[in-house]
C-alpha cells in the first residue's frame, strides 16, 4: 500500500498558510452569502425572499431560528422522503439518523454532496493539525481505525437511504482513504455490537493500526476487549498498536476519562485530539493541547449563530456571530448549512475562551439541565462537581447519570440520583455517601439557586450516589436499542419517563439478570 503521509504533509503546508490568513468576520460572511444565493430558488429561499438578503444583518432579521421538529412538520415531513427542492437544491438521498440523546427522539437530519465534502475538509484538518505538531509523521502509512456504528443503511425509497452518520460516511469515503480505512466493509455492517467488539478487536490486533477515534466510553469498553485477549500483555495502547499516531475523540465531556487515556498511553508516542462532529456538520476541531479550545472550522460551508442560553425563550433572542461573540457567556449553537439547515438551533451549548481566532469549550445540551425543584443546575456544574468528587476520592468513572427523584408522600423533598458506573467495583456505600457529599458541596459553591434550595433542607434533599456494576450501562442502553457506535449515555436527564426507564432497569430487570 502506497503510503500518502508525503502528500499529507504537502497539503497541511498549504492548509496551515491558509489558515493563518484566514479572517474569521469575512469568511463567515462570505460563507452566508454563498449559501443564500445557492438556496435562493428553494421552496425555502423563496418564503423567505433570499435573493433580497445580502448581509448577515437582513439574513437574521429575515429568517428565525428554527428546532428540528420545527423543520420536520413544516418543511420534510410533508414530502419525506422525497426532499426535493425544499431547503436545498436538488434531491436529499442521505439522511443521518440521530437519536437525540437527551429526548430519545429519532430525527432524520439532510445530508448533501455539499455536506460530505465539508465534513471530508474538516476530516483533513484534523490531519492537518496533527501534521503541524507532529512533522515526523507516517500516519498514512497504516490503517486508520473508526470505532462507529453499524454501516447498514435503510432505503426509505429507491436511491434514498437513512441510518448511523458512521454508514454514511463510510460510503462516502474519498477513493484514497478507502484502503487505508478499517474495518471492512462486512466487519462494519455488523448490527450486533458485542458481536462486532470481539471481532474488531479480534482483526485489528492483526493490522497496523495508526489511527483510532470513536466516543471514549466505547474506545474503553473496546480496550477493555483487547486486553481479554492478550492477557499477558500490559494494558497499554502500545501494546496492541505499536505505531499508532493518533487517538481522536469526541461526543462526550473527555474530563472523566483523561487520566485513563493518560495511562493508556504511557509508553506510546500517539496523541490525543478532540473533534466536535455533529449529524448536522463538523463544528471544531482541537489544535492546541487538552482544555485549551477546539477552533471553530470557519470555511466548511456552515454558518454559525450563537445564542445566550438564558435568552433560548425569548421571542426575539439576541443572535451573535463570529463578528460579535463574547468570552465567557454561555451560548446555544445554530447552524446554517450546505444540507439545507437555516438557523437551526442543533441543542448544544458551547463558551468561547478566544474570539480573535475562535476557540470553545463544549459546555453541554440545552436540554442537559436539571431544574425540576427549581435549582437550575447546568451540564458544565454537573460535570465539574462529579469530576471534583471523583478525583479526590480517588475514583474514576466510566459512565453515569443524573437525574430527579420525585417525593412519593406528602412533605418529603425531592432530590437527585447519581447512577456511576466506576472503572473498577467493590467500593463501598460509605464512599458513595462521601461522593454524595463532595458533590453537594462543590454545587452549593458554584451554583447559588442549588444552595438555596439545599439550605437547611429546604427545597431539595442531599443528592445520592448509587455504584453500579461494569456493563450496567452498556446493558441499558442494549435493553433501549440504542447500544454502541454513536450511542451516548445521556448524562443530566430532565425528561421523567427516561429517568424512570433507567431506575426502573436498576432495581428490576439488571438486578434480576444478576442473580
Not at 14 to 25: A, D, F, I, M
Not at 126 to 136: D, F, G, I, K, W
Not at 410 to 434: C, P, V, W
Request: charged share 25%; glycine share 8%; net charge negative.
Amino acid at each position: 500500500m502506497l503510503n500518502l503521509t508525503p502528500f499529507l504533509k504537502a497539503y497541511s503546508l498549504y492548509r496551515g498558510h491558509q489558515l493563518s490568513k484566514q479572517n474569521p468576520v469575512e469568511c463567515q460572511r462570505q460563507i452566508l452569502n454563498k449559501l443564500v444565493q445557492k438556496a435562493k430558488d428553494t421552496q425555502f429561499g423563496q418564503q423567505y425572499n433570499f435573493r433580497k438578503v445580502t448581509s448577515v444583518e437582513t439574513y437574521q432579521e429575515t429568517v428565525p431560528l428554527r428546532t428540528y421538529e420545527d423543520f420536520w412538520k413544516e418543511f420534510w415531513e410533508p414530502c419525506f422522503p422525497h426532499v426535493k427542492d425544499c431547503t436545498w437544491p436538488g434531491t436529499i438521498t442521505c439522511f443521518p439518523v440521530s437519536s437525540g440523546t437527551s429526548s430519545g427522539t429519532t430525527k432524520f437530519i439532510p445530508y448533501t454532496k455539499e455536506m460530505n465534502a465539508s465534513n471530508a475538509k474538516a476530516g483533513l484538518d484534523v490531519l492537518v493539525h496533527h501534521v503541524s505538531n507532529r512533522p515526523q509523521t507516517k500516519l498514512l502509512g497504516g490503517l486508520n481505525f473508526m470505532l462507529g456504528g453499524s454501516t447498514v443503511l435503510k432505503e426509505e425509497a429507491p436511491g434514498i437511504y437513512s441510518g448511523d452518520l458512521s454508514g454514511i460516511s463510510v460510503k462516502n469515503l474519498p477513493w484514497w482513504i478507502r484502503p487505508r480505512y478499517f474495518p471492512n466493509e462486512d466487519l462494519a455492517l455488523l448490527s450486533n455490537w458485542e458481536e462486532k467488539i470481539q471481532r474488531l478487536a479480534e482483526e485489528s490486533l492483526t493490522k497496523d493500526i495508526r489511527t483510532l477515534s470513536g466516543v471514549p466510553s466505547w474506545m474503553l469498553i473496546f480496550i477493555d476487549k483487547l486486553a481479554e485477549l492478550k492477557p499477558h500483555l500490559p494494558r497499554k495502547l502500545s501494546s496492541y498498536f505499536p505505531n499508532l499516531e493518533l487517538v481522536i475523540h469526541g461526543g462526550v465531556n473527555f474530563t472523566p476519562y483523561y487520566d485513563q487515556f493518560q495511562e493508556l498511553l504511557d509508553g506510546s508516542h500517539a496523541e490525543l485530539r478532540e473533534v466536535y462532529p455533529a449529524s448536522e456538520g463538523f463544528i471544531a476541531i482541537g489544535d492546541r493541547g487538552y482544555g485549551e479550545g477546539l477552533r471553530l472550522l470557519l470555511d466548511t460551508d456552515i454558518f454559525f449563530e450563537f445564542i445566550p442560553v438564558d435568552e433560548l425563550d425569548h421571542a426575539t433572542p439576541t443572535r451573535h456571530w463570529v463578528g460579535n461573540i463574547e468570552e465567557g457567556i454561555n451560548y446555544a449553537i445554530a447552524l446554517t448549512t450546505c444540507a439545507g439547515l437555516w438557523s437551526y438551533v442543533i441543542g448544544d451549548t458551547v463558551r468561547f475562551i478566544d474570539t480573535e481566532i475562535p476557540r470553545l469549550l463544549i459546555t453541554g445540551r440545552t436540554s442537559y439541565s436539571l431544574s425540576a425543584f427549581g435549582e437550575h443546575l447546568i451540564a458544565e456544574e454537573v460535570e465539574d462537581a462529579v469530576h471534583t468528587a471523583l478525583t479526590s476520592l480517588g475514583l474514576r468513572v466510566t459512565d453515569y447519570c443524573v437525574g430527579a427523584v420525585f417525593p412519593q408522600d406528602t412533605g418529603e423533598l425531592g432530590g437527585h440520583l447519581y447512577i456511576m458506573e466506576l472503572t473498577d467495583e467493590g467500593h463501598s456505600a460509605q464512599e458513595a455517601d462521601k461522593a454524595s457529599l463532595l458533590i453537594d458541596q462543590r454545587l452549593c459553591e458554584r451554583n447559588e439557586d442549588y444552595e438555596a434550595h439545599r439550605a437547611e433542607g429546604f427545597g431539595l434533599k442531599a443528592p445520592r450516589v448509587e455504584f453500579v456494576p461494569h456493563g450496567f450501562f452498556a446493558a441499558w442502553m442494549k435493553s433501549r436499542g440504542k447500544l454502541g457506535g454513536q450511542n451516548k449515555v445521556p448524562r443530566l436527564v430532565s425528561k421523567p419517563e427516561l429517568f424512570e426507564d433507567l431506575c426502573t432497569f436498576l432495581k428490576t430487570e439488571y438486578a434480576s439478570s444478576k442473580h
